[in-house]
């Protein structure tokens, strides 16, 4: 499919759009440059290169309206098919002189598998318009009158649409006045010394107008041919024609609409299929037909496979940034506004959820600055360890006396590597399923933020939801709309933190989360104060991961390069699959041009998606079709991307009040084919360690299994009782066990820590 891609793309010499569906024949949407293509099977190269130069050049030349205005005035189809391929297929050899070769190998195999029904057949009892089909289609011996070679010239010399239409309605009224004499008379010249070879010839001369890089993949292609080859075809098919009057059908194909026409498919689309003598509305029932044509209909059908896969394509759109992100500054305004009108009403819930913050706060502070201490000692440790002691060529003085016993007199200097500066973007899932975990997450945040500060790492945290355009942005679009993009309108970014906010900024948005995730998690509404809901653009809605990932794409490398940032770790907090992300495409309906979406994600279709980032040329192909399958190859575009970067998800798999995370959780994210033991004893080490770690799941670098966050307790108490005397030892390990749990119980923080340090 890649080959035949390539050859359509040379053929309309553009980077056209194209796409091989289940369909009976190929398709040119002009207005959006897509071209779909059947899907083939059981051919050999020559075929299979034919058939698409022949699809190709219907889809290229033959314009909607010129079938229109066939079925208008009742012309016969078969007429126009014969000479509208006639053509075509010219317009195409003279493109590319190269695929004369094709045309003519292909077009025997065909012959010899009697695709035209001829096998056994006398060509002679044909009619004109079957035998004129043969002749171009490269049959051999097929005889001509004197009378009849008029006509054939006159085939080989249409220059338009409708020239095409005229001719055919020419030859049909000659060959229906003719009909019943023709074979006769045929037989009787063929008697008298007509052989048969007095033929036309339908081929141009070869170009040598391709240009380098089209004559290499033409090459590549099979589809280049050397001079001998270009000669000995010549020899079998003589020209009379001219490149100027093919040059002169190009000029006048573009002023009758070829190309230019809105969408044109393959003439023979929902025709008859079957040998008939009528015409194509009906109306001419004891008139001539192609009974060749339609042969060829009916063969096509045979090579069409209806089980195979669509080939479909999806370009990553551009977004508009300034209308993707909400800005810290709107999120904090709408926020403060809401709660600070609410709170006149009933203060009880306000001023409670802000203690809650300030005493999470202060006791995380020995925590985090105790891991601060930590994480400086591990990177000077991993620093030292990559160190690299030489010899500088200069005496050590001090130890020079040993000279006598000791070689080694020379001063040395130890280099240590220089580290990277790392940064942090991350986006967190703002969904209707993370109620339940959604305060323990915010704690678990909290506290990497305040890490980050600390130590100086440079972070932006964005929370993807598609509720926010829903109620509050609904008439803006964050896309330009072009056929075969993906549809990501519906995605918000709602800015939550940075490193550039001022600490009370910081301290009013903490709080504002903190009271749209405690509207989920209070229970006793007397002591705690009545939890009024956020707005309702700020309320949790859908998943749309994978449209949170394109947004990653134009994010993570802007973030990277105003930062002076060397590695940065793109981080994804999720709970679950992300929504399908459609291709938008446009169609024609009574002469309107309407918009839609197209699946490119569907677990009951059967399609090869490719995934194409048409600013940097990068493609991932997938050949499943489920919205986890997508998520990764949309990763792997990010990751092709941004260069120096860690993907990473922390994936919370934990259920119910307690968190717990079962079996069938970690089977989702390690994939099904795990053995259920595997699994069992990976529920065991997050009950002991709060995450396991699993490398290269769910299409990211490294995903982090963790349990419910809605009730993991941040804090630890001494484990001592009441009235016992303890020793020094015991008291250090009771100590020591307390300190543990409290870097344990920090999952998001530990394991960040352990990437960057």
Same mark, same amino acid.
């Given at each position: 499919?890649?080959?035949?891609?390539?050859?359509?793309?040379?053929?309309?010499?553009?980077?056209?759009?194209?796409?091989?569906?289940?369909?009976?024949?190929?398709?040119?949407?002009?207005?959006?440059?897509?071209? !779909?293509?059947?899907? =083939?099977?059981?051919?050999?190269?020559?075929?299979?290169?034919?058939?698409?130069?022949?699809?190709?050049?219907?889809?290229?030349?033959?314009?909607?309206?010129?079938?229109?205005?066939?079925?208008?005035?009742?012309?016969?189809?078969?007429?126009?098919?014969?000479?509208?391929?006639?053509?075509?297929?010219? #317009?195409?050899?003279?493109?590319?002189?190269?695929?004369?070769?094709?045309?003519?190998?292909?077009?025997?195999?065909?012959?010899?598998?009697?695709?035209?029904?001829?096998?056994?057949?006398?060509?002679?009892?044909?009619?004109?318009?079957?035998?004129?089909?043969?002749?171009?289609?490269?049959?051999?011996?097929?005889?001509?009158?004197?009378?009849?070679?008029?006509?054939?010239?006159?085939?080989?010399?249409?220059?338009?649409?409708?020239?095409?239409?005229?001719?055919?309605?020419?030859?049909?009224? $000659?060959?229906?006045?003719?009909?019943?004499?023709?074979?006769?008379?045929?037989?009787?010249?063929?008697?008298?010394?007509?052989?048969?070879?007095?033929?036309?010839?339908?081929?141009?001369?070869?170009?040598?107008?391709?240009?380098?890089?089209?004559?290499?993949?033409?090459?590549?292609?099979?589809?280049?041919?050397?001079?001998?080859?270009?000669?000995?075809?010549?020899?079998?098919?003589?020209?009379?024609?001219?490149?100027? !009057?093919?040059?002169?059908?190009?000029?006048?194909?573009?002023? *009758?609409?070829?190309?230019?026409?809105?969408?044109?498919?393959? !003439?023979?689309?929902?025709?008859?299929?079957?040998?008939?003598?009528?015409?194509?509305?009906?109306?001419?029932?004891?008139?001539?037909?192609? !009974?060749?044509?339609?042969? =060829?209909?009916?063969?096509?059908?045979?090579?069409?496979?209806?089980?195979?896969?669509?080939?479909?394509?999806?370009?990553?759109?551009?977004?508009?940034?300034?209308?993707?992100?909400?800005?810290?500054?709107?999120?904090?305004?709408?926020?403060?506004?809401?709660?600070?009108?609410?709170?006149?009403?009933?203060?009880?819930?306000?001023?409670?959820?802000?203690?809650?913050?300030?005493?999470?706060?202060?006791?995380?502070?020995?925590?985090?600055?105790?891991?601060?201490?930590?994480?400086?000692?591990?990177?000077?440790?991993?620093?030292?360890?990559?160190?690299?002691?030489?010899?500088?060529?200069?005496?050590?003085?001090?130890?020079?006396?040993?000279?006598?016993?000791?070689?080694?007199?020379?001063?040395?200097?130890?280099?240590?590597?220089?580290?990277?500066?790392?940064? #942090?973007?991350?986006?967190?899932?703002?969904?209707?399923?993370?109620?339940?975990?959604?305060?323990?997450?915010?704690?678990?945040?909290?506290?990497?933020?305040?890490?980050?500060?600390?130590?100086?790492?440079?972070?932006?945290? $964005?929370?993807?939801?598609?509720? $926010?355009?829903?109620?509050?942005?609904?008439?803006?679009?964050?896309?330009?709309?072009?056929?075969?993009?993906?549809?990501?309108?519906?995605?918000?970014?709602?800015?939550?933190?940075?490193?550039? +906010?001022?600490?009370?900024?910081?301290?009013?948005? +903490?709080?504002?989360?903190?009271?749209?995730?405690?509207? =989920?998690?209070?229970?006793?509404?007397?002591?705690?104060? $009545?939890?009024?809901?956020?707005?309702?653009?700020?309320?949790?809605?859908?998943?749309?991961?994978?449209?949170?990932?394109?947004?990653?794409?134009?994010?993570?490398?802007?973030?990277?390069?105003?930062?002076?940032?060397?590695?940065?770790?793109?981080?994804?907090?999720?709970?679950?699959?992300?929504?399908?992300?459609?291709?938008?495409?446009?169609?024609?309906?009574?002469?309107?041009?309407?918009?839609?979406?197209?699946?490119?994600? *569907?677990?009951?279709?059967?399609?090869?998606?490719?995934?194409?980032?048409?600013?940097?040329?990068?493609?991932?192909?997938?050949?499943?079709?489920?919205?986890?399958?997508?998520?990764?190859?949309?990763?792997?575009?990010?990751?092709?991307?941004?260069?120096?970067?860690?993907?990473?998800?922390?994936?919370?798999?934990?259920?119910?009040?307690?968190?717990?995370?079962?079996?069938?959780?970690?089977?989702?994210?390690?994939?099904?084919?795990?053995? =259920?033991?595997?699994?069992?004893?990976?529920?065991?080490?997050?009950?002991?360690?709060?995450?396991?770690?699993?490398?290269?799941?769910?299409?990211?670098?490294?995903?982090?299994?963790?349990?419910?966050?809605?009730?993991?307790?941040?804090?630890?108490?001494?484990?001592?009782?009441?009235?016992?005397?303890?020793?020094?030892?015991?008291?250090?390990?009771?100590?020591?066990?307390?300190?543990?749990?409290?870097?344990?119980?920090?999952?998001?923080?530990?394991?960040?820590?352990? +990437?960057?340090?």
């Amino acid at each position: 499919m890649r080959d035949l891609s390539t050859l359509a793309k040379l053929l309309a010499e553009e980077d056209i759009h194209v796409v091989h569906r289940n369909q009976q024949t190929a398709m040119f949407d002009v207005k959006n440059r897509e071209l !779909s293509l059947p899907i =083939w099977k059981d051919m050999s190269k020559n075929i299979q290169d034919l058939m698409t130069l022949h699809e190709v050049g219907h889809a290229l030349w033959t314009p909607l309206e010129m079938m229109e205005q066939v079925k208008e005035e009742k012309i016969e189809f078969s007429f126009v098919n014969v000479l509208e391929d006639v053509r075509i297929e010219k #317009l195409v050899q003279k493109k590319y002189p190269g695929s004369v070769r094709v045309f003519n190998k292909g077009y025997k195999e065909l012959i010899a598998q009697n695709f035209f029904n001829t096998v056994g057949k006398d060509i002679v009892k044909y009619n004109l318009i079957d035998r004129i089909n043969l002749h171009f289609k490269h049959h051999i011996d097929v005889p001509f009158s004197d009378a009849e070679k008029v006509w054939v010239q006159k085939a080989n010399q249409t220059k338009t649409p409708q020239d095409v239409i005229d001719l055919a309605k020419e030859l049909y009224e $000659y060959v229906s006045e003719n009909e019943e004499s023709q074979g006769e008379n045929q037989e009787q010249e063929n008697a008298s010394g007509n052989d048969g070879n007095n033929q036309v010839d339908t081929v141009p001369s070869p170009s040598a107008g391709q240009d380098k890089e089209t004559s290499e993949v033409m090459k590549e292609l099979g589809l280049e041919e050397s001079e001998e080859s270009e000669k000995s075809d010549d020899e079998s098919s003589s020209s009379d024609s001219s490149d100027d !009057s093919v040059e002169e059908s190009e000029k006048d194909e573009t002023k *009758n609409g070829g190309s230019d026409t809105e969408k044109t498919d393959d !003439s023979k689309e929902e025709e008859k299929t079957e040998k008939s003598t009528s015409g194509s509305e009906g109306d001419k029932s004891d008139g001539p037909v192609a !009974s060749t044509d339609y042969a =060829w209909n009916e063969s096509s059908k045979k090579l069409l496979d209806d089980n195979g896969k669509d080939y479909k394509t999806a370009f990553i759109p551009e977004m508009d940034l300034k209308k993707t992100i909400v800005p810290i500054s709107k999120v904090l305004e709408d926020l403060n506004d809401w709660y600070k009108e609410k709170s006149k009403y009933e203060n009880q819930y306000f001023n409670k959820t802000k203690e809650e913050l300030e005493k999470s706060k202060n006791d995380s502070k020995k925590t985090v600055a105790y891991m601060v201490k930590e994480f400086e000692m591990k990177k000077s440790a991993d620093a030292y360890a990559r160190a690299t002691t030489s010899k500088t060529g200069m005496l050590d003085m001090g130890q020079l006396h040993t000279y006598k016993f000791n070689d080694d007199i020379f001063a040395k200097v130890t280099t240590l590597p220089g580290a990277k500066n790392h940064g #942090l973007v991350m986006f967190l899932d703002w969904s209707g399923s993370m109620a339940g975990n959604l305060k323990g997450t915010l704690n678990q945040l909290y506290n990497l933020i305040w890490f980050c500060k600390k130590v100086n790492i440079p972070f932006d945290v $964005y929370a993807f939801t598609d509720l $926010y355009k829903r109620y509050a942005d609904r008439d803006t679009k964050i896309q330009e709309f072009r056929s075969g993009e993906l549809d990501v309108n519906d995605l918000r970014l709602l800015h939550f933190f940075s490193d550039k +906010m001022k600490n009370n900024q910081e301290f009013n948005m +903490m709080h504002n989360l903190y009271m749209i995730a405690s509207q =989920w998690s209070y229970r006793d509404w007397r002591t705690d104060g $009545y939890p009024y809901k956020c707005p309702t653009h700020y309320n949790l809605g859908g998943t749309p991961l994978n449209s949170a990932i394109i947004s990653a794409m134009q994010i993570v490398p802007e973030f990277k390069n105003s930062r002076g940032i060397q590695k940065v770790h793109t981080v994804f907090l999720t709970d679950g699959s992300s929504n399908d992300v459609r291709k938008f495409v446009m169609f024609k309906r009574d002469e309107k041009w309407i918009e839609g979406n197209e699946g490119v994600s *569907n677990c009951y279709g059967k399609t090869i998606t490719t995934y194409i980032d048409k600013k940097n040329g990068n493609k991932v192909v997938s050949d499943k079709n489920s919205r986890q399958d997508q998520t990764e190859a949309l990763l792997e575009l990010l990751r092709q991307k941004v260069s120096d970067m860690s993907l990473v998800n922390f994936f919370i798999a934990g259920s119910g009040r307690k968190g717990n995370v079962s079996e069938d959780n970690v089977r989702y994210v390690m994939g099904y084919n795990t053995g =259920w033991r595997e699994s069992a004893e990976m529920v065991k080490k997050i009950r002991k360690e709060n995450v396991a770690i699993i490398p290269k799941a769910l299409g990211f670098d490294t995903t982090y299994l963790l349990p419910g966050l809605g009730n993991l307790d941040m804090d630890s108490e001494l484990d001592l009782e009441d009235g016992v005397t303890y020793n020094k030892g015991q008291l250090k390990r009771a100590f020591a066990k307390m300190s543990n749990a409290k870097i344990v119980n920090r999952p998001l923080l530990n394991n960040f820590i352990k +990437m960057v340090a």
